[in-house]
């Protein structure tokens, strides 16, 4: 086995432990903001819901994972692995220093972005898949205004249907109601980002073999057990600076309003997920619960931190690929 291989196995598990550390939290954020669940329950619910999403969605189908794989061209051998070894890393760097400073970031966009970034320096422009780079700014433009219009809509439904419901019975319903509405959330994070980062360790085996993934590309069952459990492994480390973002310091939330943005958020990462769109789990969410401030009272919104959030999203893709190139480049020197 190569070192480019080992660096490169090493620096897939390493992204998918940071996703579950860095990305998941968004899932169970609301859940916490609420008190629907302590902190300590909610990171539990989301490890277990995320390795059970990953694991399911990508036997039933991966059509993510293969958007992902197809992103950009990396060639074979040495030059492909040290590339994508690269890219990798360069996720990792940014998603730290995203935590760092307490800024929910998409891996997901980091991830394209980076793979990007490195396939451009082991080769050129050419490299660069035009057709699954637009399903993702496809995905990021519906995730985003649809995430925001089901939860302003889920709202004012909730608070419609509701309105007349005494307070404490209420409570209680929507305090079980958004512990199951969270799971699905934490479920189809999983889905999602599971399938991305299986996808990347995928192409990686294959770029061993001298082969390039195509639509019927199948995730080998280990493959799905190893990623699923690392995955869980890093939402179980927690991330209490995302959950205090997302779910506290943004807007406050009462439980009906958690139920609402946890709703919305999961019917849309269930459509994308089937439509086969990479998305981000941080956009949709973030999203969601805007909607549902704004559905409240555009005044109890914290628009700077919604604005700080969204120059970090901007600043992704940019910074990411410039990370992949230089880094791709080094490794190239010392792998290749």
């Not at 506290?248 to 994308?272: R, T």
């Amino acid at each position: 086995m190569s070192l480019a291989l080992l660096v490169m196995i090493f620096c897939v598990l390493g992204v998918i432990f940071v996703n579950g550390w860095t990305d998941a939290p968004n899932a169970i954020a609301t859940v916490v903001g609420t008190r629907a669940l302590r902190p300590g329950a909610a990171v539990a619910m989301a490890a277990v819901c995320n390795l059970l999403g990953a694991a399911a969605v990508t036997a039933i189908g991966a059509k993510v994972a293969f958007t992902i794989e197809s992103i950009a061209h990396f060639g074979s051998g040495k030059t492909a692995l040290a590339a994508l070894a690269a890219a990798l890393l360069s996720i990792i760097g940014w998603a730290a220093l995203a935590w760092r400073f307490g800024i929910p970031t998409s891996e997901s966009h980091a991830l394209v972005a980076g793979l990007t970034g490195a396939a451009m320096a082991a080769s050129n422009l050419d490299a660069v898949n035009a057709g699954a780079w637009g399903m993702v700014l496809l995905g990021l433009a519906v995730s985003t205004l649809l995430g925001f219009g089901l939860g302003f809509a889920a709202a004012r439904l909730v608070e419609r249907l509701c309105y007349s419901l005494p307070r404490r019975p209420a409570g209680r319903f929507f305090s079980a109601a958004q512990i199951l509405t969270g799971a699905a959330t934490a479920f189809l994070h999983g889905a999602q980002d599971g399938q991305k980062f299986m996808g990347v360790c995928v192409l990686g085996l294959l770029l061993v073999k001298g082969q390039t993934p195509g639509p019927d590309t199948v995730i080998p069952v280990g493959v799905v057990a190893v990623c699923s459990l690392v995955m869980a492994l890093g939402t179980s480390a927690g991330g209490g600076r995302i959950i205090k973002a997302v779910g506290m310091e943004m807007v406050q939330l009462e439980k009906h309003q958690g139920f609402a943005a946890d709703l919305a958020a999961s019917a849309c990462l269930l459509l994308c997920t089937l439509a086969g769109a990479p998305v981000s789990t941080t956009h949709t969410k973030t999203a969601a619960v805007l909607g549902v401030g704004t559905a409240r009272r555009v005044s109890l919104v914290n628009w700077r931190m919604a604005g700080e959030m969204a120059a970090a999203w901007v600043c992704t893709f940019p910074a990411c690929g410039l990370m992949g190139y230089l880094l791709s480049k080094l490794f190239l020197l010392l792998f290749a």
